[in-house]
């Protein structure tokens, strides 16, 4: 049996940050563990200049528990984006990428793109200056029932970008579902990130007697055993389409337990990489987490392989109930229960 794994030091190509009291909060988790991440710009304002993307890089990394931690910052699309600003934008490499929410989907999301048609100028501009596009994959429709969104973004909206964008490298951001995976794997220039809670839930753990988990809500909302299996094969088999992405999202315990304004969002930055251990390790995997933890995400992205290290080692710990630090509480995703590896040293 092995008591120690030592990984490349893994990467989060999908986390929300967020601003304020909770930036100073959960940033420290995910810097802990990771040497980069993609710090998603769906913040209050959303980031759709070069100038705020700056400003948000550098307050990331003031409140960093690593020093050698790197945000990286896409645009957040809209119908009315400033192209030459967008296009410094990516040039200088302060955007790594854009992003597409279509509008009213999810957290901070109207401002979002309303008609695809109204951002390829945009997605021009990226396809030339060879960066990715973003896509968090849900159609947002009045009547669409909540699992079939992210089977009709594919069907009608996907496609329309792929067949005007056909070099365009694109991630479908948090895929949930059998049908998404079987896509990216048939389809050139895309790829997936997927998170610990679409490996670890069903719908089952949705609904409480027909009401809502609000710990368990998130966009795409997790879905059915055999999405989830086809998941846990995708993520665990070395296959170079996949790669980690927590999607971790903190909201403040209130917004998530009031009726009125539930937040979807799963918060995992306090045991990211050992939720995907354990994941790994269940499906008699372990060996191939740092595949997908550290080297297929730099690849797609075109990006150097981190030349720093973690180790993990074979240790039970409960993951604490929240996070909990001046104005801030927040639950843990998994709170209260046991893992089987924890993050030791880092070594930089
Ligand atoms: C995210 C958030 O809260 O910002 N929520 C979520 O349920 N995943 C936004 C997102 O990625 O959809
Ligand atoms: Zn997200």
Redesign the pocket.
């Known amino acids: 049996m092995q008591n120690n794994i030592n990984l490349i030091q893994p990467d989060d190509w999908h986390v929300?940050l967020r601003e304020g009291d909770m930036l100073k909060s959960v940033t420290q988790f995910t810097s802990r563990i990771n040497r980069r991440c993609i710090a998603?710009p769906?913040t209050k304002i959303p980031i759709t200049s070069f100038e705020k993307a700056k400003e948000y890089k550098e307050t990331i990394k003031k409140y960093s528990s690593n020093k050698n931690f790197e945000p990286l910052i896409p645009c957040y699309l809209t119908d009315d984006l400033d192209l030459e600003n967008f296009r410094i934008g990516l040039k200088n490499n302060i955007f790594i990428a854009a992003k597409l929410y279509p509008s009213n989907?999810?957290?901070?999301s109207k401002s979002g793109v309303t008609n695809l048609k109204s951002i390829y100028n945009a997605l021009e501009i990226l396809e030339d200056e060879n960066k990715l596009l973003l896509v968090?994959g849900e159609k947002s429709k009045k009547d669409l029932d909540l699992f079939d969104r992210e089977k009709a973004f594919i069907d009608d909206e996907l496609n329309n970008i792929r067949n005007k964008f056909p070099q365009l490298k694109i991630v479908l951001?948090?895929v949930s579902t059998e049908y998404g995976v079987n896509y990216i794997q048939t389809n050139n220039n895309i790829a997936g990130t997927i998170t610990p809670h679409h490996m670890m839930l069903t719908k089952d753990d949705l609904y409480i007697n027909n009401n809502i988990n609000p710990h368990h809500f998130?966009?795409p909302v997790v879905k059915t055993e055999k999405d989830l299996i086809c998941l846990r094969k995708a993520a665990c088999n070395n296959n170079s389409k996949f790669f980690l992405g927590t999607?971790s999202?903190p909201?403040h315990i209130d917004q998530k337990i009031s009726k009125e304004s539930l937040?979807?969002?799963?918060f995992s930055a306090v045991s990211s990489i050992e939720l995907y251990a354990n994941i790994f390790e269940e499906e008699s995997a372990i060996n191939n987490l740092e595949i997908f933890s550290s080297i297929n995400g730099p690849k797609f992205y075109n990006l150097p392989v981190n030349d720093t290290s973690i180790t993990l080692s074979k240790e039970e710990w409960i993951i604490p109930e929240f996070i909990a630090q001046n104005t801030i509480k927040v639950k843990n995703f998994f709170g209260g229960k046991k893992l089987n590896w924890k993050v030791q040293d880092l070594k930089v």
């Open positions: 929300h998603m769906n989907v999810t957290t901070n968090h951001e948090h998130c966009m999607d999202a909201h937040k979807p969002g799963i």
